[in-house]
């Protein structure tokens, strides 16, 4: 089993694949389209590879989970990355900012951003392959 897709739902479409496209670079809108939910028309894309993709859905309403608070819902999304300071370079240059740094460990590196809906996004660079040196918590 593996994780195929999230789904997010977001105010402004071109403002999150601004986001997500300077995070992954390689990634392409597979599909898009229109379509209703709940009553409410609503605009989506695919975005992704040919194995994995966020789907992002426009007409969100409200403000996103309070991250400094302790309500039920998602906390972040994290990606893998084989080259961390190229996130960030590229993260930085289309005019997102770091939300907080990692924290340090031998085994790896990782940054967290939020993306223009508030949703937390992480992104983690191993230096290991070994499972116990990678998700240790030293």
Same mark, same amino acid.
């Given at each position: 089993?593996?994780?195929?897709?999230?789904?997010?739902?977001?105010?402004?479409?071109?403002?999150?694949?601004?986001?997500?496209?300077?995070?992954?670079?390689?990634?392409?809108?597979?599909?898009?389209?229109?379509?209703?939910?709940?009553?409410?028309?609503?605009?989506?894309?695919?975005?992704?590879?040919?194995?994995?993709?966020?789907?992002?859905?426009?007409?969100?309403?409200?403000?996103?989970?309070? /991250?400094?608070?302790?309500?039920?819902?998602? =906390?972040?999304?994290?990606? $893998?990355?084989?080259?961390? *300071?190229? !996130?960030? @370079?590229? /993260?930085?240059?289309?005019?997102?900012?770091? =939300?907080?740094?990692?924290? $340090?460990?031998?085994?790896? *590196?990782? !940054?967290? @951003?939020?993306?223009?809906?508030?949703?937390?996004?992480?992104?983690?660079?191993?230096?290991?392959?070994?499972?116990?040196?990678?998700?240790?918590?030293?």
């Amino acid at each position: 089993m593996r994780l195929e897709h999230i789904n997010l739902v977001v105010r402004d479409i071109k403002r999150s694949l601004a986001f997500y496209k300077a995070a992954c670079p390689h990634w392409n809108i597979r599909s898009k389209g229109q379509s209703e939910w709940s009553g409410k028309p609503r605009t989506w894309i695919h975005f992704g590879d040919d194995y994995n993709y966020i789907a992002i859905c426009d007409n969100g309403e409200s403000d996103g989970r309070d /991250l400094a608070g302790h309500q039920v819902g998602l =906390a972040h999304i994290a990606f $893998e990355t084989y080259n961390i *300071k190229e !996130v960030i @370079f590229r /993260l930085e240059q289309a005019g997102f900012s770091i =939300a907080k740094p990692g924290a $340090e460990n031998l085994y790896r *590196k990782n !940054v967290y @951003f939020l993306d223009p809906d508030g949703i937390e996004v992480e992104f983690v660079e191993y230096s290991s392959d070994l499972p116990s040196e990678r998700n240790n918590e030293d």
